[in-house]
Protein backbone atom coordinates (compact mmCIF):
# COMPACT_ATOMS: atom_id res chain seq x y z
CA UNK A 1 0.00 0.00 0.00
CA UNK A 2 1.30 3.53 -0.60
CA UNK A 3 1.69 5.58 2.29
CA UNK A 4 -0.53 8.64 2.18
CA UNK A 5 0.82 11.64 2.05
CA UNK A 6 0.45 14.41 5.28
CA UNK A 7 -3.07 15.56 5.29
CA UNK A 8 -3.79 19.42 4.67
CA UNK A 9 -6.34 20.59 7.45
CA UNK A 10 -8.48 23.02 5.82
CA UNK A 11 -9.09 26.27 7.57
CA UNK A 12 -11.62 27.00 10.17
CA UNK A 13 -14.85 28.18 8.46
CA UNK A 14 -16.80 30.80 9.45
CA UNK A 15 -19.10 27.94 11.30
CA UNK A 16 -16.39 27.11 13.12
CA UNK A 17 -15.56 29.97 14.44
CA UNK A 18 -19.36 30.60 15.67
CA UNK A 19 -19.45 27.26 16.71
CA UNK A 20 -16.34 27.99 19.09
CA UNK A 21 -16.98 31.16 20.08
CA UNK A 22 -20.41 29.91 21.63
CA UNK A 23 -18.51 27.48 23.15
CA UNK A 24 -17.13 29.69 25.51
CA UNK A 25 -20.10 31.56 26.21
CA UNK A 26 -21.64 28.38 27.57
CA UNK A 27 -19.26 26.58 29.08
CA UNK A 28 -19.47 23.55 29.72
CA UNK A 29 -22.81 22.90 28.86
CA UNK A 30 -23.92 20.31 26.04
CA UNK A 31 -24.19 23.46 24.15
CA UNK A 32 -20.42 23.26 23.56
CA UNK A 33 -20.89 19.99 21.37
CA UNK A 34 -23.57 21.95 18.92
CA UNK A 35 -22.32 20.85 15.41
CA UNK A 36 -24.10 23.80 13.85
CA UNK A 37 -25.67 26.89 15.63
CA UNK A 38 -29.11 27.56 13.97
CA UNK A 39 -29.69 31.33 14.69
CA UNK A 40 -26.99 31.91 11.90
CA UNK A 41 -26.97 29.71 9.95
CA UNK A 42 -30.12 29.59 7.32
CA UNK A 43 -30.63 27.26 4.91
CA UNK A 44 -27.60 26.97 2.09
CA UNK A 45 -25.57 29.93 4.09
CA UNK A 46 -22.53 28.03 4.97
CA UNK A 47 -20.62 25.48 3.49
CA UNK A 48 -20.67 22.07 4.54
CA UNK A 49 -17.24 20.09 4.00
CA UNK A 50 -18.24 16.18 2.83
CA UNK A 51 -15.58 13.59 4.10
CA UNK A 52 -16.20 10.00 2.19
CA UNK A 53 -14.90 7.14 3.98
CA UNK A 54 -15.58 3.45 1.87
CA UNK A 55 -15.47 4.61 -2.17
CA UNK A 56 -16.68 1.50 -3.55
CA UNK A 57 -19.67 1.65 -5.96
CA UNK A 58 -22.39 2.17 -2.90
CA UNK A 59 -19.53 5.00 -1.63
CA UNK A 60 -19.01 6.63 -4.86
CA UNK A 61 -22.93 7.10 -5.67
CA UNK A 62 -23.44 8.31 -1.93
CA UNK A 63 -20.79 10.94 -2.33
CA UNK A 64 -22.37 11.75 -5.61
CA UNK A 65 -25.74 12.16 -4.14
CA UNK A 66 -25.04 14.50 -1.55
CA UNK A 67 -23.81 16.89 -3.98
CA UNK A 68 -26.55 17.33 -5.70
CA UNK A 69 -28.96 17.48 -2.46
CA UNK A 70 -28.39 20.94 -1.18
CA UNK A 71 -26.14 24.03 -1.91
CA UNK A 72 -22.92 24.98 -0.60
CA UNK A 73 -21.82 21.38 -0.13
CA UNK A 74 -18.34 20.29 -1.07
CA UNK A 75 -16.50 16.91 -0.99
CA UNK A 76 -13.16 17.56 0.28
CA UNK A 77 -11.43 14.24 1.84
CA UNK A 78 -11.89 10.64 0.55
CA UNK A 79 -10.48 7.10 2.49
CA UNK A 80 -10.44 3.52 1.42
CA UNK A 81 -8.31 0.45 2.06
CA UNK A 82 -7.54 0.35 -1.36
CA UNK A 83 -5.75 3.02 -3.53
CA UNK A 84 -7.16 1.67 -6.84
CA UNK A 85 -10.91 1.97 -5.20
CA UNK A 86 -10.12 5.17 -3.40
CA UNK A 87 -8.65 7.00 -7.28
CA UNK A 88 -11.66 5.38 -9.59
CA UNK A 89 -13.80 6.73 -7.06
CA UNK A 90 -12.40 9.96 -7.35
CA UNK A 91 -12.31 10.16 -10.82
CA UNK A 92 -16.28 8.85 -10.83
CA UNK A 93 -16.92 11.69 -8.83
CA UNK A 94 -15.16 14.06 -11.01
CA UNK A 95 -16.82 13.52 -14.25
CA UNK A 96 -20.23 13.70 -12.70
CA UNK A 97 -19.04 16.98 -9.98
CA UNK A 98 -16.22 18.49 -10.45
CA UNK A 99 -17.11 21.82 -9.21
CA UNK A 100 -17.89 20.20 -5.93
CA UNK A 101 -14.82 18.53 -5.47
CA UNK A 102 -11.35 19.91 -3.57
CA UNK A 103 -9.98 16.77 -2.94
CA UNK A 104 -6.35 16.95 -3.63
CA UNK A 105 -4.09 13.95 -3.09
CA UNK A 106 -2.86 14.80 0.61
CA UNK A 107 -6.65 14.71 0.77
CA UNK A 108 -6.59 11.21 -0.16
CA UNK A 109 -6.39 8.20 3.04
CA UNK A 110 -5.46 4.79 2.27
CA UNK A 111 -5.39 1.63 4.93
CA UNK A 112 -7.54 0.39 7.75
CA UNK A 113 -6.55 3.59 9.61
CA UNK A 114 -8.11 5.86 6.96
CA UNK A 115 -11.02 6.99 8.29
CA UNK A 116 -9.35 8.19 11.22
CA UNK A 117 -7.38 10.50 8.96
CA UNK A 118 -10.30 11.64 6.99
CA UNK A 119 -12.24 12.50 10.02
CA UNK A 120 -9.33 14.28 11.31
CA UNK A 121 -9.02 16.34 7.72
CA UNK A 122 -11.58 19.28 8.23
CA UNK A 123 -14.84 18.25 7.67
CA UNK A 124 -17.93 18.51 9.08
CA UNK A 125 -20.24 15.94 7.13
CA UNK A 126 -18.80 12.06 6.61
CA UNK A 127 -20.66 9.58 4.68
CA UNK A 128 -19.79 5.85 5.82
CA UNK A 129 -19.73 3.46 3.02
CA UNK A 130 -17.55 0.38 3.59
CA UNK A 131 -18.23 -2.65 3.76
CA UNK A 132 -20.69 -3.10 7.02
CA UNK A 133 -18.32 -4.93 9.52
CA UNK A 134 -16.71 -1.76 10.03
CA UNK A 135 -19.78 0.37 10.72
CA UNK A 136 -19.54 0.59 14.26
CA UNK A 137 -16.72 1.37 14.66
CA UNK A 138 -16.63 4.09 12.03
CA UNK A 139 -20.18 5.14 13.68
CA UNK A 140 -18.12 5.36 17.08
CA UNK A 141 -15.16 7.52 15.82
CA UNK A 142 -17.82 10.05 13.73
CA UNK A 143 -19.65 10.85 16.84
CA UNK A 144 -16.69 10.90 19.11
CA UNK A 145 -14.86 13.61 16.58
CA UNK A 146 -18.64 15.77 16.61
CA UNK A 147 -18.97 14.97 12.99
CA UNK A 148 -22.52 14.58 10.98
CA UNK A 149 -22.97 11.08 9.41
CA UNK A 150 -24.98 9.99 6.93
CA UNK A 151 -24.22 5.60 7.22
CA UNK A 152 -25.09 3.26 4.74
CA UNK A 153 -27.23 0.74 5.59
CA UNK A 154 -27.12 -1.90 7.43
CA UNK A 155 -25.29 -0.43 10.43
CA UNK A 156 -23.72 -3.48 11.86
CA UNK A 157 -23.33 -7.61 11.48
CA UNK A 158 -23.80 -8.72 15.38
CA UNK A 159 -25.49 -8.24 18.60
CA UNK A 160 -22.07 -6.67 20.00
CA UNK A 161 -22.14 -3.90 16.80
CA UNK A 162 -25.78 -3.15 17.35
CA UNK A 163 -25.34 -2.57 20.88
CA UNK A 164 -22.10 -0.30 19.49
CA UNK A 165 -24.94 1.83 17.75
CA UNK A 166 -27.29 2.23 19.81
CA UNK A 167 -24.76 3.94 22.41
CA UNK A 168 -23.55 5.57 19.77
CA UNK A 169 -27.23 6.66 19.29
CA UNK A 170 -27.71 8.37 22.90
CA UNK A 171 -24.13 10.08 22.17
CA UNK A 172 -24.83 11.44 18.93
CA UNK A 173 -28.60 12.93 20.36
CA UNK A 174 -26.48 14.20 23.37
CA UNK A 175 -23.93 16.18 20.93
CA UNK A 176 -26.82 17.35 18.90
CA UNK A 177 -25.62 15.60 15.89
CA UNK A 178 -27.17 14.49 12.85
CA UNK A 179 -27.37 10.78 11.37
CA UNK A 180 -29.32 9.48 8.38
CA UNK A 181 -28.98 6.04 7.42
CA UNK A 182 -28.91 4.25 3.92
CA UNK A 183 -32.75 3.14 3.98
CA UNK A 184 -33.99 5.65 1.49
CA UNK A 185 -37.12 4.58 1.08
CA UNK A 186 -38.22 6.43 4.53
CA UNK A 187 -37.56 9.20 2.26
CA UNK A 188 -39.25 8.49 -1.10
CA UNK A 189 -42.41 10.16 -0.92
CA UNK A 190 -44.48 7.20 -2.54
CA UNK A 191 -43.18 5.18 0.96
CA UNK A 192 -44.49 8.20 2.95
CA UNK A 193 -47.54 8.89 2.17
CA UNK A 194 -48.41 4.90 2.22
CA UNK A 195 -47.49 4.11 5.47
CA UNK A 196 -49.04 7.59 6.31
CA UNK A 197 -52.61 5.59 5.45
CA UNK A 198 -51.47 2.27 6.59
CA UNK A 199 -50.62 4.55 10.68
CA UNK A 200 -54.20 6.47 10.20
CA UNK A 201 -55.98 3.16 9.59
CA UNK A 202 -56.67 2.60 5.94
CA UNK A 203 -56.41 -1.41 5.97
CA UNK A 204 -57.43 -1.39 9.87
CA UNK A 205 -55.29 -3.47 12.38
CA UNK A 206 -52.26 -4.99 10.37
CA UNK A 207 -51.99 -8.89 10.92
CA UNK A 208 -50.01 -10.18 8.62
CA UNK A 209 -47.15 -8.74 6.51
CA UNK A 210 -44.56 -10.39 3.34
CA UNK A 211 -41.48 -9.31 2.54
CA UNK A 212 -39.20 -10.01 -0.37
CA UNK A 213 -35.57 -9.43 -1.85
CA UNK A 214 -35.27 -12.43 -4.70
CA UNK A 215 -33.15 -11.20 -7.48
CA UNK A 216 -30.41 -13.03 -9.27
CA UNK A 217 -26.43 -13.54 -8.80
CA UNK A 218 -24.17 -10.48 -7.53
CA UNK A 219 -20.26 -9.61 -8.65
CA UNK A 220 -17.38 -12.21 -7.56
CA UNK A 221 -13.88 -11.42 -7.79
CA UNK A 222 -11.37 -14.21 -8.48
CA UNK A 223 -8.30 -14.43 -6.54
CA UNK A 224 -5.44 -12.66 -8.18
CA UNK A 225 -1.50 -13.71 -7.46
CA UNK A 226 -0.09 -11.82 -4.38
CA UNK A 227 -3.79 -11.24 -2.64
CA UNK A 228 -3.39 -12.12 0.91
CA UNK A 229 -6.34 -13.78 2.96
CA UNK A 230 -7.30 -10.10 4.12
CA UNK A 231 -7.11 -8.58 0.65
CA UNK A 232 -9.18 -11.69 -0.81
CA UNK A 233 -11.96 -11.50 1.71
CA UNK A 234 -11.77 -7.25 1.69
CA UNK A 235 -12.45 -7.62 -2.42
CA UNK A 236 -14.91 -10.02 -2.11
CA UNK A 237 -16.62 -8.58 0.93
CA UNK A 238 -20.09 -9.83 0.00
CA UNK A 239 -19.26 -13.27 0.50
CA UNK A 240 -17.65 -13.34 4.35
CA UNK A 241 -19.70 -12.59 7.28
CA UNK A 242 -17.87 -10.76 9.11
CA UNK A 243 -17.78 -8.36 6.61
CA UNK A 244 -21.24 -8.07 5.39
CA UNK A 245 -23.74 -10.06 8.27
CA UNK A 246 -25.08 -12.71 4.43
CA UNK A 247 -27.22 -11.35 2.19
CA UNK A 248 -30.12 -11.70 4.28
CA UNK A 249 -28.74 -8.42 6.34
CA UNK A 250 -27.03 -6.76 3.71
CA UNK A 251 -29.68 -6.42 1.18
CA UNK A 252 -32.60 -7.83 2.41
CA UNK A 253 -32.57 -5.22 5.72
CA UNK A 254 -34.24 -2.87 3.08
CA UNK A 255 -37.75 -4.92 3.53
CA UNK A 256 -37.28 -5.64 6.63
CA UNK A 257 -37.17 -2.16 7.38
CA UNK A 258 -40.34 -1.11 5.58
CA UNK A 259 -41.97 -3.65 7.54
CA UNK A 260 -40.96 -2.61 11.02
CA UNK A 261 -41.67 0.67 10.04
CA UNK A 262 -45.61 0.15 9.60
CA UNK A 263 -45.68 -2.13 12.41
CA UNK A 264 -43.85 0.72 14.25
CA UNK A 265 -41.81 -2.09 15.74
CA UNK A 266 -39.61 -4.61 15.77
CA UNK A 267 -40.12 -8.11 16.04
CA UNK A 268 -39.81 -10.63 19.31
CA UNK A 269 -39.10 -14.00 17.61
CA UNK A 270 -37.90 -15.51 14.41
CA UNK A 271 -37.80 -19.33 13.22
CA UNK A 272 -36.49 -19.85 9.89
CA UNK A 273 -34.60 -21.70 7.12
CA UNK A 274 -31.89 -21.31 4.30
CA UNK A 275 -29.48 -22.77 2.38
CA UNK A 276 -26.33 -22.86 0.15
CA UNK A 277 -27.71 -24.32 -3.14
CA UNK A 278 -26.48 -22.54 -6.20
CA UNK A 279 -23.68 -20.80 -4.94
CA UNK A 280 -21.69 -23.51 -3.49
CA UNK A 281 -17.85 -23.03 -5.10
CA UNK A 282 -14.93 -21.31 -2.59
CA UNK A 283 -15.68 -18.32 -4.79
CA UNK A 284 -18.75 -17.36 -2.53
CA UNK A 285 -17.29 -17.36 1.06
CA UNK A 286 -19.35 -19.07 3.07
CA UNK A 287 -22.47 -17.52 2.77
CA UNK A 288 -25.99 -18.53 1.99
CA UNK A 289 -27.98 -17.79 -1.33
CA UNK A 290 -31.25 -18.36 0.12
CA UNK A 291 -33.40 -17.72 3.84
CA UNK A 292 -37.32 -18.09 4.51
CA UNK A 293 -37.99 -16.10 7.45
CA UNK A 294 -40.89 -16.48 10.09
CA UNK A 295 -40.55 -13.19 12.13
CA UNK A 296 -43.65 -12.64 14.90
CA UNK A 297 -44.21 -9.09 16.17
CA UNK A 298 -45.26 -8.55 19.98
CA UNK A 299 -49.04 -8.22 18.60
CA UNK A 300 -48.87 -11.73 17.38
CA UNK A 301 -48.88 -10.51 13.73
CA UNK A 302 -46.19 -12.19 11.66
CA UNK A 303 -43.91 -11.62 8.95
CA UNK A 304 -43.35 -14.11 5.83
CA UNK A 305 -39.86 -12.98 4.78
CA UNK A 306 -38.23 -14.33 1.62
CA UNK A 307 -34.50 -12.94 0.00
CA UNK A 308 -32.68 -15.24 -2.59
CA UNK A 309 -29.91 -14.46 -5.25
CA UNK A 310 -30.06 -16.77 -7.63
CA UNK A 311 -29.83 -16.72 -11.62
CA UNK A 312 -32.37 -17.47 -13.74
CA UNK A 313 -34.84 -17.37 -11.22
CA UNK A 314 -38.46 -15.63 -10.80
CA UNK A 315 -37.39 -12.04 -9.37
CA UNK A 316 -39.56 -9.74 -6.96
CA UNK A 317 -38.32 -6.97 -4.73
CA UNK A 318 -41.93 -5.51 -2.49
CA UNK A 319 -43.98 -5.69 0.60
CA UNK A 320 -47.46 -6.38 1.41
CA UNK A 321 -49.72 -6.00 4.16
CA UNK A 322 -53.14 -7.71 5.67
CA UNK A 323 -55.33 -6.10 7.39
CA UNK A 324 -58.82 -6.59 9.12
CA UNK A 325 -60.14 -3.81 6.80
CA UNK A 326 -57.38 -4.56 3.35
CA UNK A 327 -54.43 -4.95 1.63
CA UNK A 328 -51.87 -2.95 1.10
CA UNK A 329 -49.19 -3.44 -1.68
CA UNK A 330 -45.56 -1.85 -2.43
CA UNK A 331 -43.24 -2.19 -5.52
CA UNK A 332 -40.62 0.19 -4.71
CA UNK A 333 -40.87 3.03 -7.39
CA UNK A 334 -43.89 1.03 -9.47
CA UNK A 335 -46.48 0.49 -7.19
CA UNK A 336 -48.16 2.22 -3.68
CA UNK A 337 -51.74 0.51 -3.74
CA UNK A 338 -53.91 0.17 -1.10
CA UNK A 339 -57.60 -2.39 -1.58
CA UNK A 340 -60.42 -2.34 0.90
CA UNK A 341 -62.74 -0.06 2.54
CA UNK A 342 -60.55 2.72 1.67
CA UNK A 343 -59.38 1.77 -1.54
CA UNK A 344 -56.42 4.48 -2.91
CA UNK A 345 -53.35 4.41 -5.05
CA UNK A 346 -50.35 6.60 -5.00
CA UNK A 347 -50.69 8.33 -8.65
CA UNK A 348 -47.68 10.46 -9.15
CA UNK A 349 -44.56 9.97 -10.08
CA UNK A 350 -42.12 9.26 -6.97
CA UNK A 351 -39.02 11.26 -5.55
CA UNK A 352 -35.13 10.60 -5.72
CA UNK A 353 -35.02 8.91 -2.37
CA UNK A 354 -31.21 8.52 -2.70
CA UNK A 355 -31.12 12.22 -2.91
CA UNK A 356 -33.77 13.58 -0.33
CA UNK A 357 -31.76 11.31 2.26
CA UNK A 358 -29.31 14.05 1.93
CA UNK A 359 -31.72 16.73 1.68
CA UNK A 360 -33.10 15.93 4.68
CA UNK A 361 -30.49 15.47 7.14
CA UNK A 362 -28.80 18.95 5.82
CA UNK A 363 -31.63 20.66 6.28
CA UNK A 364 -32.06 19.14 9.70
CA UNK A 365 -28.87 20.15 10.62
CA UNK A 366 -29.16 23.95 9.07
CA UNK A 367 -31.97 23.63 11.07
CA UNK A 368 -30.42 23.25 14.63
CA UNK A 369 -32.44 20.09 14.55
CA UNK A 370 -30.11 17.13 13.32
CA UNK A 371 -32.28 13.77 12.81
CA UNK A 372 -31.21 10.97 13.70
CA UNK A 373 -32.18 7.77 12.03
CA UNK A 374 -29.33 4.99 13.90
CA UNK A 375 -31.96 3.66 16.47
CA UNK A 376 -34.65 2.64 13.49
CA UNK A 377 -31.45 1.59 11.25
CA UNK A 378 -30.06 -0.58 13.94
CA UNK A 379 -33.32 -2.40 15.31
CA UNK A 380 -34.23 -3.27 10.94
CA UNK A 381 -30.16 -4.89 10.97
CA UNK A 382 -30.80 -6.71 14.09
CA UNK A 383 -34.31 -8.02 12.68
CA UNK A 384 -32.11 -9.11 9.90
CA UNK A 385 -29.30 -10.73 12.30
CA UNK A 386 -32.01 -12.55 14.34
CA UNK A 387 -33.21 -14.29 10.82
CA UNK A 388 -29.74 -15.15 9.99
CA UNK A 389 -29.44 -16.72 13.27
CA UNK A 390 -32.31 -18.47 13.22
CA UNK A 391 -31.45 -20.08 9.74
CA UNK A 392 -27.98 -20.52 10.59
CA UNK A 393 -28.64 -22.63 13.87
CA UNK A 394 -32.09 -23.96 13.39
CA UNK A 395 -33.52 -22.55 16.23
CA UNK A 396 -36.12 -20.23 17.51
CA UNK A 397 -34.30 -16.67 18.29
CA UNK A 398 -35.44 -14.19 20.20
CA UNK A 399 -35.06 -10.51 20.26
CA UNK A 400 -32.95 -10.44 23.47
CA UNK A 401 -30.61 -13.43 22.19
CA UNK A 402 -29.77 -11.49 19.17
CA UNK A 403 -29.50 -8.13 20.90
CA UNK A 404 -27.21 -9.64 23.68
CA UNK A 405 -25.47 -12.32 21.51
CA UNK A 406 -21.75 -12.23 22.66
CA UNK A 407 -20.84 -13.52 18.38
CA UNK A 408 -18.28 -11.09 17.20
CA UNK A 409 -17.54 -11.89 13.78
CA UNK A 410 -14.99 -9.23 13.47
CA UNK A 411 -11.20 -10.53 13.59
CA UNK A 412 -9.57 -9.86 16.67
CA UNK A 413 -7.00 -7.82 14.21
CA UNK A 414 -7.22 -6.08 11.03
CA UNK A 415 -3.82 -7.30 9.41
CA UNK A 416 -2.75 -7.39 5.74
CA UNK A 417 -0.85 -10.61 6.24
CA UNK A 418 -2.68 -12.56 8.61
CA UNK A 419 -3.90 -15.99 8.03
CA UNK A 420 -7.30 -15.55 7.54
CA UNK A 421 -9.45 -18.78 7.48
CA UNK A 422 -12.91 -18.68 6.13
CA UNK A 423 -15.62 -20.17 8.57
CA UNK A 424 -17.39 -22.95 7.46
CA UNK A 425 -20.75 -23.01 5.96
CA UNK A 426 -23.47 -22.65 9.34
CA UNK A 427 -25.19 -25.62 8.75
CA UNK A 428 -29.05 -26.41 10.49
CA UNK A 429 -29.30 -28.61 13.33
CA UNK A 430 -25.32 -28.43 14.27
CA UNK A 431 -24.39 -24.25 14.18
CA UNK A 432 -24.91 -23.03 17.58
CA UNK A 433 -26.41 -20.29 18.91
CA UNK A 434 -24.31 -18.26 20.37
Request: hydrophobic share 40%.
Amino acid sequence: MNKPKQKEKLAPSRREFLKSSAAAVVGGTVASHLGFVPAVYPAGSDLIRVGLIGCGGRGTGAATDVLQAAPNVKLVAMGDAFKDRLETSRAEIKKEAADKMDVPDDRCFVGFDAYEKVLASGVDYVVLATPPGFRPLHLKAAVAAGKHVFAEKPVAVDGPGIRTCLEVYEQAKAKNLGIASGTQYRHSTGHQETIKRLHGGAIGQVVAARAYFNTGELWVKPRQPGWTDMEYQMRNWYYFTWLCGDHIVEQHVHNLDIVNWVMQGHPVRAVGVGGRQVRTGPDFGHIYDHFVIDYEYENGARMMSMCRQMANCENNVSEGFAGTKGFCQILPYRKFAITGEKPWSFDREDNKPYIQEHTDLIESIRAGKPINELKNVAESSLTAIMGRMAAYTGKLVTWEQALNSEESLMPATLDWNAPLPVPPVAMPGQTELR
